[in-house]
């Protein structure tokens, strides 16, 4: 199994600019999650789906951040116009529907300058 | 124990010795406690989880310990290892699924 896979690495944009951040979670898993990772904050859940519908979003900082799962393998959170605040790490997860041992991919370094 | 801010708890043990690595919750009402460990340059990792219902819980070269009477968890690391340097973090369940984070305690191991 290729565990969560998330593109890409390390984003770097400018101000103003949409910001696509893309994960696949792992097949079998229906519940999957975005989680955000600052130094002053930590991680931070952002939203989380179970069987392609949004469950939580209570974390989505504002409007400019929205995030989609069109099908069970494949999900985007996007940030329109980026900001430099926004720079972190993204980390999407997934795992069984009830189970909490969930699987992280190994993050989208976001930078906006 | 944690803290909140720019500089997270490091605790340094010598390769070989035993670590604890502790964790102060705030929800007595979560079910579920899990410890993560975060490498440079990757996501957590699962390590150990725990039931409120329990109050210790072995696995290999780990064992998780529960007091929930004043909310307190810790992770002990027998027989530290180089590769056992990383980020530690302990969360805990909030509502369905939801899991949160604590800020983390940095291990490092010296040889």
């Known amino acids: 199994d290729a565990g969560v896979i998330q593109s890409p690495r390390h984003e770097v944009t400018e101000m103003g600019q949409e910001v696509t951040l893309r994960c696949k979670p792992i097949?079998?898993?229906?519940?999957l999650f975005w989680y955000r990772q600052t130094m002053m904050r930590g991680l931070e859940l952002l939203i989380y789906?179970?069987?392609?519908?949004?469950?939580?979003d209570s974390g989505m900082p504002e409007d400019r951040f929205s995030a989609k799962m069109p099908n069970a393998s494949f999900s985007t959170l996007k940030i329109q116009p980026s900001e430099p605040r926004d720079s972190a790490v993204y980390f999407c997860?997934?795992?069984?529907?009830?189970?909490?041992?969930?699987?992280f991919g190994s993050g989208t370094r976001l930078t906006v300058v | 124990g944690e803290s909140v801010g720019l500089h997270l708890p490091t605790l340094s043990v010598q390769e070989g010795d035993n670590s604890i690595i502790n964790c102060a919750y705030s929800n007595s009402a979560s079910d579920y406690f899990i410890w993560y460990k975060q490498e440079s340059g990757k996501g957590p990792q699962f390590i150990i989880d725990i039931r409120s219902n329990m109050d210790k819980r072995q696995g290999q070269r780990v064992t998780v310990l529960l007091n929930k009477t004043v909310k307190h968890l810790s992770l002990q690391i027998a027989a530290t290892q180089p590769g056992d340097s990383a980020v530690y973090f302990c969360?805990?369940?909030?509502?369905?699924?939801?899991?949160?984070f604590g800020q983390g305690t940095r291990l490092t191991i010296n040889p």
């Open positions: 097949s079998g898993h229906n519940s």
């Open positions: 789906f179970n069987n392609n519908v949004p469950i939580d």
């Open positions: 997860a997934s795992s069984s529907q009830g189970a909490y041992g969930y699987t």
């Open positions: 969360a805990e369940t909030q509502g369905a699924q939801k899991l949160v």
